[in-house]
Each structure stands twice: as structure tokens, then as C-alpha cells.
């Protein structure tokens, strides 16, 4: 199993973050080694504390509405080994250590597989 | 000036994109040549299009409620090498030739400058 590496985050920086109505901002992961953008995903204030405490990524599914432990049941896990607020705070980017066969519930390794035009 | 390349989408993949309640869908600017993730930001149906059609970003400005053709005022235009959506068509990926001194309204390159923990 890669390594854990928790990140202890600041008070001024977790305040910096900015939550849309429904208490939620946009997180991408992004793969530490292809640098790849493997998908893009949705946190709340919990689930990020959560992200950064456990070194795992953990998303806030909008769908289920509930704390969605990514890999829990795929094993598909990401294990995070940076992370970043942008400039006016309502997103999110982590490079992560991408476990198993990819980040897509389809199989594929990122979900960002299909591309325009190529049909053209 | 970097070569403009449009794409020309099909009805098909046009139809896979999501939008939200708004209208919007997130769409995200990586570095075709350092693959660094640039911005996170918005479109709208219309602006998709202009995006693809005219080979540059245009994004939706939820900020000022207006179009948003990236690099118009700063000089800072991101052309499109390659675009993709996700597996259940609600985000955008844009691999995009950034010009000028960055994505950044700060003056930074990335948007995403800001890492967490680091005085941890």
C-alpha cells in the first residue's frame, strides 16, 4: 500500500476556502506521476478536513448525498501527496497516488476519456 | 502567435455535456506542454461552442454574468490543443497552449499557487 501522508492545514488557509450554497467547492485529481487530470469531484468542509487528515481522498457525493471514501469499494484509492487552494479559493487541485486501475467507475484510468472531435 | 486550432465536436458529444441548474458546466485549463492544471472555471452551452470554434478558452464569467474570452483584456489567451468531458459529462478538460505570463489574474501562472500546509 503507498505511503499516508497526512497534511496539516492552517486556519487561514482552510478559512481561504470558499463553499458554494450548498456548502460545497470543487477538488481535481490530478495523478502525481503522469500528471494526468484523472477526474473532478466535489468536498465540503468535512470531507476535505477529512482528505487532509486521513491523506486520502475523500469527496462529498452530490448523487448519494454522503461522505464518498474513494476507493472504499473499487479500492481504487488516491492517496494525496499535494494540494492546493486557487487564487479566490472555490477550487481545489490534488496531485495524488492513483491505486488500482484508475480513478473511473467505468474502468478507464481518468474519466476525462472521451475526447471532442474526433469524429470530425 | 500561437496556430489556432478549432475543433469541430459532434451533436453526439455535444449532447454528453451536463449542465447545472445554472446552465454551466466546470471546465478545466491544464498545460498541454507542462501539464500543470492552469484554472478551474465555467461555460455555458454557448461558450463551449465559441471555445471550440474559435480554438481559444471562452468561458462564462459567473462573477460579472458576461462572456469571458480569456485573454481579451490581459493578453493572456489559451488556445486548444485538445479537449475531452468526463464520464458522466458534467466537467471539461482543455489541453491548452497558455500564452503571455500566465493563467492567473495575481500574475501567477497557475491559479492553483496556493499549497496547502506548508507552514505546518
Known amino acids: ?8 492545514a492552517t486556519d487561514e488557509q482552510l478559512a481561504a476556502v470558499r463553499y458554494n450554497a450548498d456548502g460545497l467547492v470543487t477538488a481535481i485529481a490530478q495523478d502525481v506521476h503522469t500528471r494526468s487530470v484523472l477526474m473532478l469531484a466535489w ?28 476507493g472504499d469499494t473499487s479500492g481504487d484509492r488516491q492517496f494525496v501527496r ?3 487552494y486557487d487564487c479566490d479559493g472555490d477550487a481545489l487541485l490534488f496531485l495524488v497516488e492513483q491505486e488500482g486501475k484508475g480513478a473511473c467507475h467505468t474502468g478507464e484510468y481518468s474519466c476525462f476519456f ?3 472531435g474526433d469524429d470530425a
Open 1 to 8: 500500500m503507498p505511503a499516508i501522508t497526512p497534511l496539516t
Open 43 to 70: 468536498m465540503n468542509a468535512e470531507t476535505l478536513a477529512m482528505t487532509l487528515a486521513e491523506g486520502r481522498m475523500v469527496y462529498w457525493s452530490r448523487s448519494r448525498q454522503e461522505v464518498w471514501r474513494k
Open 82 to 84: 499535494d494540494a492546493f
Open 114 to 116: 472521451r475526447r471532442f
